[in-house]
C-alpha cells in the first residue's frame, strides 16, 4: 500500500511539475515576443506592414532558442530551473541566435512577398513558381527546426550552423518529417481554435520538437564536439 501511495505522489509530483515549468517558460516566452503579439493584433499582414512585422519579429528567434536550450535541459536532466534557465539561455545565446535568425528571417520574408505577389494573378507560370517559393519557404523552416536547438545547445560559427542543419534536413528525414508532422498538428489546431494557440503551447510545442530531435543532437555531441 505504501509503495502504490509513493508511486501515485511520484507520478502526480512528476506532473504538476511540468505543468509549472511548461506554464512559467511559456510565459516568459510571451514576454519577450509582446512587440511581435501587439503588431499581431494591431496590423494587418499587407505589404506595407511587412517592415514592421519583421522587426517585430527579431526577439522572437532569441526567445525560441531560450526555450530550446531549456527543453533539451529538461529533456536530458528531467528537471529545470525555469526563470533561472529560461534567462541564462536567452542571455548566453542572444547574439548567436540572431547571426543566423536575421538573415533566415529576411529569407523567409521575402519569400512570402513573392508569394503574394505569385498569387494576384492566377497564371500557370505564376502558379508554377508559387509552388517553387512554397517548397523554398518549407525548407528553410525544416533548417531552422535544426538552426534554433543546434544553437541552443553549442557554439559553432555562422556557417557551421548552417551546415548542419542543413546536412541533418537530408540525413535524419525521419526527424525532420517528425518536426514537419508536429508543426502540422500544431497549425490544424490553430485552425480549429485560435491563431493565440501557439503562444499558448509555445513550451509544450518546444519540448516535444526537442524530444524527436535529440538524436540529432547526440550526434552532433558526439562527432562535431571535442
Given at each position: 500500500m505504501?509503495?502504490?501511495?509513493?508511486?501515485?505522489?511520484?507520478?502526480?509530483?512528476?506532473?504538476?511539475?511540468?505543468?509549472?515549468?511548461?506554464?512559467?517558460?511559456?510565459?516568459?516566452?510571451?514576454?519577450?515576443?509582446?512587440?511581435?503579439?501587439?503588431?499581431?493584433?494591431?496590423?494587418?499582414?499587407?505589404?506595407?506592414?511587412?517592415?514592421?512585422?519583421?522587426?517585430?519579429l527579431?526577439?522572437?528567434?532569441?526567445?525560441?532558442?531560450?526555450?530550446?536550450?531549456?527543453?533539451?535541459?529538461?529533456?536530458?536532466?528531467?528537471?529545470?530551473?525555469?526563470?533561472?534557465?529560461?534567462?541564462?539561455?536567452?542571455?548566453?545565446?542572444?547574439?548567436?541566435?540572431?547571426?543566423?535568425?536575421?538573415?533566415?528571417?529576411?529569407?523567409?520574408f521575402?519569400?512570402?512577398?513573392?508569394?503574394?505577389?505569385?498569387?494576384?494573378?492566377?497564371?500557370?507560370?505564376?502558379?508554377?513558381?508559387?509552388?517553387?517559393?512554397?517548397?523554398?519557404?518549407?525548407?528553410?523552416?525544416?533548417i531552422?527546426?535544426?538552426?534554433?536547438?543546434?544553437?541552443?545547445?553549442?557554439?559553432?560559427?555562422?556557417?557551421?550552423?548552417?551546415?548542419?542543419?542543413?546536412?541533418?534536413?537530408?540525413?535524419?528525414?525521419?526527424?525532420?518529417?517528425?518536426?514537419?508532422?508536429?508543426?502540422?498538428?500544431?497549425?490544424?489546431?490553430?485552425?480549429?481554435?485560435?491563431d493565440?494557440?501557439?503562444?499558448?503551447?509555445?513550451?509544450?510545442?518546444?519540448?516535444?520538437?526537442?524530444?524527436?530531435?535529440r538524436?540529432v543532437?547526440?550526434d552532433?555531441?558526439?562527432?562535431?564536439?571535442?
Open positions: 505504501n509503495k502504490q501511495q509513493e508511486f501515485g505522489q511520484g507520478i502526480l509530483s512528476v506532473v504538476t511539475n511540468h505543468i509549472y515549468w511548461f506554464m512559467l517558460t511559456n510565459i516568459y516566452f510571451v514576454f519577450c515576443n509582446l512587440i511581435f503579439l501587439i503588431a499581431f493584433m494591431t496590423l494587418e499582414p499587407e505589404l506595407s506592414n511587412m517592415i514592421l512585422i519583421f522587426i517585430a527579431i526577439p522572437t528567434g532569441p526567445a525560441i532558442t531560450a526555450l530550446c536550450y531549456v527543453m533539451d535541459k529538461l529533456v536530458r536532466e528531467k528537471e529545470i530551473s525555469p526563470t533561472r534557465d529560461f534567462f541564462y539561455g536567452y542571455k548566453i545565446n542572444f547574439k548567436d541566435t540572431l547571426k543566423v535568425w536575421l538573415p533566415m528571417l529576411a529569407a523567409i521575402i519569400l512570402i512577398i513573392d508569394l503574394q505577389y505569385f498569387y494576384q494573378e492566377s497564371t500557370k507560370i505564376n502558379q508554377i513558381m508559387a509552388i517553387v517559393f512554397l517548397v523554398g519557404l518549407g525548407f528553410l523552416i525544416c531552422l527546426l535544426y538552426v534554433f536547438p543546434i544553437t541552443a545547445k553549442f557554439k559553432f560559427r555562422m556557417r557551421d550552423v548552417f551546415k548542419l542543419s542543413f546536412y541533418y534536413s537530408f540525413k535524419k528525414l525521419k526527424i525532420t518529417t517528425g518536426n514537419i508532422g508536429i508543426l502540422i498538428i500544431a497549425l490544424f489546431l490553430m485552425i480549429i481554435t485560435t493565440f494557440l501557439f503562444i499558448i503551447i509555445a513550451s509544450v510545442l518546444s519540448y516535444v520538437l526537442t524530444l524527436n530531435s538524436a543532437i547526440d552532433i555531441e558526439e562527432n562535431y564536439t571535442k
